[in-house]
């Protein structure tokens, strides 16, 4: 199974095991937003709570594959508690390192990986460029929802 | 397995009166594979091509290219004889009565659709009108009516399907009341199954409706006869079948065809143009607008003659082998822990497998699949409706043509079991 | 003619660094033509194919043809790969700004506009709407807004021409008020004269109309910068810019590709199906359903490369010096039994030659040519309300690419002679 | 000029050059069927005056090619005075010759060529399948002129 070890890292097989932060939230006070993966026909569902302009709480539903849901499940972590400017630098970040950001920072993105911590290990699915829909699919829903947030508000 | 026998196995490993093994040489892309494993089981998304059809296309730009239907001089003479030559050979392969005048050229087998769809609806769908689906339906059978449906405003009634993927017909007759069109697709591009198409045609002509089939996954394995059918119009693309990409066709009675109003305007499908209207076209060409897809045409017609040299009654014989095979082998192999869905009945379906894997999502099924060299196709195979009803994502598929052979489908249960231990 | 310096014959006789000699070589119809004439005067019908596009299919489906968008096995992320590619190829060609997700690929120009129409329409479009377009249009740009006023009723305006074939702005402000969509073509196929694209969109704007171009005869033959023209949608087509057929495509801005809705319905231009209805995916994928021409995408990318490599503005110097070249040789031997139509300076039109021979219709004199060799078109060009102003049913038509040279022009000034002397 | 004398036969550019029956008739009481040729914008006026059952007048305008012109000229001569029956004759058999006829009638049509008369010159037409519809276009509209005339009738 040569090759597979980058893209089926440990940390990945195992928040695709043992998914986060899943389930609902009430809406409201919560948000949800839901993503599709066209191609795939994957689901996503990313309820947020807010309080003020903070991520308070965060569940995550819907169905997928293991990158599509680990990196959903590491996303939750990786978000909650942090202010929305936080994580759209946050989600910013993570689209640099698939490189589907329109202007790619150069290696800025690369040198900063460490602070990823878990993130770090979706690294690999650059290399599958079919996968990177799914390991951006939550990741775009999440922005979705803020921007929800922010119009309600 | 060990209860195969030679005739069995035979079976699989040739098709008619040639080897899988020879037919693969035809193939270039299995000489390229020759040095890794290349087991390509989604003839279902779309077929490999063979040489000839690469060198039909290859000929005719190298010595006989220009546009058709204008040119008067000799080359644009014979590219027009070659592309219509090509309209006659896709006709005649269907039984169209009038092939020269019932084939119209598209792209792929959602423009037939769509061009049919967007034709009838301008002279036959009113708010009130009736248009009949099954729930099995792949999107390009499905959308373009709901396009219609926004700017029109008629209903879209559905025929439902059963635990095993067969039509339930129980409420047919109900369904089927005050419909103008009926559009069914001929097999399921998810579990296989044929639709009992002559029924359900004939159902439609009792309440006047007009009946659409998509031949898409029919046409590319089984012989077919548009009259003995008793369709009105066929979809039919030519990826699917050893053709190139960019082209499928429209078959239609002519009596239908010149009954319908146009649907893309332009080049070629006009009789004449002034500044305050214009004059279609006789058909075919009143539906073919812009240059046409020519080496693409001629191509297919090449493809059209090598499933015909193979013989279309022993490409679905092959195919029900190692349909047959590779159900038997999955179950003892796996029990239960991969659900097959559609029935298990060889006989009632084509070459397709569609199927899920406790604990592996069929993404990385695929993936993990994809190592062995063995090509599946994961995901919602255009049939979103049909996933929500099986309560699943997506499946994973196999589909089978007459390159594949009996090794293919033990490489295949080889990855699955590979697949199993990774993920458990 | 012998006033023609070496610098101008040298201009007729190579392609910026290359010379058409070696060009040819690059072409293999040229191989097939070397025992028996071959002047071949239509590439704006079709142009022929080098041997890198027919390459590029080749290998294409020789070593990585599947579907696109879907598969999760190597082959297929290749195939999505090299078709994507192939989309932002085409995109920078003509300077999108957003190679990736504004350029929609097609079969032909015609779809795309046909495309455009049908969309644009549905939001924008009523009874009391008004398009606007040339009186010098191609049916394709001028059919698919007749079939959308049968059904909506709005009014379609013409922009006239004049004696010479230019665009007639005087009454330009007058024309466009109230105008929601201007659709001009970017260089007349029957005349060869370019339109003020430029100053056509910043009126249609200035109106808040949005502005389509065609350039299905200025894209093979030009540098193009969609965003410095400021037009709003492009129509182009493969088949004339060395490309094969079965491909071209429609370039839009981004934002406007977001807002307008989509046009077929099928796999891939959605984002989830229900049986109540679809969401559509995200541009430009909304536009292509079902299975796109993938291997002619991919060999239209591999005629953009080549186009660039010999330098479009090198093509376009070529060009006028075959065109000057011909308009004067015409002129000097034909004198008044010949009419060329369109202006008569090479500068202020696009290598186009329509003519008509005194007492010869033109499909006799098509035919006579094509005995020696030289094939022009003959006909309407599919442009028949140009037709109609001329008072002619029909012109013959040579057109110049980069493998034409001045023994091409000369052969066609023989053989004219000849058909002159056969029908005196 | 090798080929093109079994297209452009003499009498062929005789009629071209010298058409006959050319021109309009009143209508009523004639009828008059325009025919495009939508390949190359050739058009064609085919003026009939009825009596009884046959063709008493027929004029023929438009513009054309030679094939086209010839054609049509020739036609007019040839229907001139014959009654509707024996012009669906004549019709089925030029286009049998033109093979554009479904059931082509074997061998049949060139027996009858003599019959033909000057017509058997277009005969060479068949080897320049795109200027078949050249040949034609004068006689399917007159067919639909024949048509007109018997739904008033
Ligand atoms: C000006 C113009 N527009 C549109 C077209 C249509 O191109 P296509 O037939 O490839 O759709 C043509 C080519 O015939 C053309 O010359
Ligand atoms: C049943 C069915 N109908 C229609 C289509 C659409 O074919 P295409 O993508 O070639 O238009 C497909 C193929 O994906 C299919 O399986």
């Known amino acids: 199974m040569s090759g597979l070890e980058d893209l089926y890292r440990e940390i990945i097989l195992d928040h695709y095991k043992n998914p986060r932060n899943q389930g609902e939230l009430p809406t409201p006070p919560a948000v949800v937003e839901q993503g599709h993966n066209p191609l795939c026909g994957d689901e996503v569902f990313v309820y947020i709570e807010m309080d003020g302009d903070t991520i308070a709480d965060i569940k995550i539903g819907g169905q997928g594959c293991s990158i599509s849901r680990s990196s959903a499940s590491m996303m939750s972590t990786a978000v909650k508690g942090k ?38 290990a979706l690294q690999g699915v650059v290399k599958f460029p079919v996968r990177i829909k799914c390991a951006t699919l939550a990741w775009n829903t999440l922005n979705q929802a803020l921007e929800r947030v922010q119009q309600a508000g | 397995m060990d209860s195969l026998s030679a005739t069995e196995i035979d079976q699989m490993d040739r098709v008619g009166n040639r080897t899988v093994a020879e037919i693969r040489k035809d193939f270039p892309i299995y000489r390229r594979a020759q040095d890794s494993a290349f087991v390509f089981l989604d003839s279902g998304a779309s077929s490999q091509k063979p040489t000839a059809v690469l060198d039909a296309m290859d000929t005719y730009y190298s010595t006989t290219h220009a546009n058709v239907h204008r040119g008067v001089y000799a080359i644009a003479e014979r590219a027009t004889e070659l592309y219509e030559n090509a309209r006659v050979t896709l006709g005649r392969f269907i039984g169209a009565p009038k092939p020269a005048r019932e084939i119209v050229f598209t792209k792929n087998a959602t423009e037939a ?38 700017q029109i405003g008629f209903e879209i009634r559905y025929i439902p399907f059963d635990a095993d993927g067969f039509l339930d017909l129980s409420h047919l007759d109900e369904i089927l009341d005050g419909s103008s069109i009926v559009a069914a697709t001929m097999a399921s591009n998810v579990f296989g ?4 198409i002559k029924e359900l045609a004939e159902a439609a002509h009792s309440k006047g409706a007009i009946f659409l089939a998509d031949g898409a996954q029919y046409v590319p394995h089984y012989k077919i006869d548009v009259k003995e059918l008793g369709i009105d119009l066929l979809a039919m693309t030519g990826h699917k079948m050893l053709g190139p990409t960019g082209i499928g066709a429209l078959w239609g009675r002519e009596e239908l065809l010149k009954k319908m109003p146009p649907f893309m305007g332009g080049g070629d499908m006009i009789e004449d143009v002034r500044l305050d209207g214009f004059t279609p076209n006789e058909v075919p060409y009143k539906f073919e607008a812009g240059t046409p897809p020519i080496a693409e045409a ?25 349909l047959d095979y590779a159900l038997k082998t ?9 659900v097959v869905y559609g029935p298990t009945d060889a006989t009632k379906k084509g070459g397709v497998v569609s199927f899920t894997m406790e604990g592996v999502h069929p993404h990385d099924l695929s993936q993990i699949l994809d190592q062995s060299g063995v090509c599946v196709r994961a995901g919602h195979h255009c049939a979103k409706p049909v996933m929500k009803r099986l309560g699943v994502g997506a499946t994973a598929r196999a589909s089978f043509y007459i390159y594949n052979d009996k090794s293919d489908v033990d ?8 697949a199993q231990a990774f993920f458990a």
């Open chain 1, 83 to 120: 202010n929305s400017e936080e994580v759209h630098e946050l989600i910013h970040r993570f689209k640099a390192m698939m490189s589907v950001e329109e202007e790619r920072p150069g290696h800025e993105g690369e040198a900063d990986l460490k602070e990823f911590g878990e993130l770090a």
């Open chain 2, 113 to 150: 659709i769509n061009l049919a769809a967007y034709s009838l609806a301008r002279n036959l769908l009113r708010s009130e009108s009736v248009v009949v689906l099954t729930e099995m339906e792949h999107h390009a059978n499905l959308v373009p009516w709901m396009i219609l449906k926004e």
């Open chain 2, 193 to 196: 199954t044929l639709t009992p």
């Open chain 2, 298 to 322: 001629i191509g297919l017609a090449e493809a059209v003659r090598y499933l015909e040299a193979i013989g279309m009654d022993e490409i679905r014989l092959h195919e029900e082998s190692l």
């Open chain 2, 330 to 338: 999955i179950g003892e192999n796996f029990g239960d822990s991969v």
């Open chain 2, 411 to 418: 490489s295949l249960v080889e990855a699955l079991a590979k």
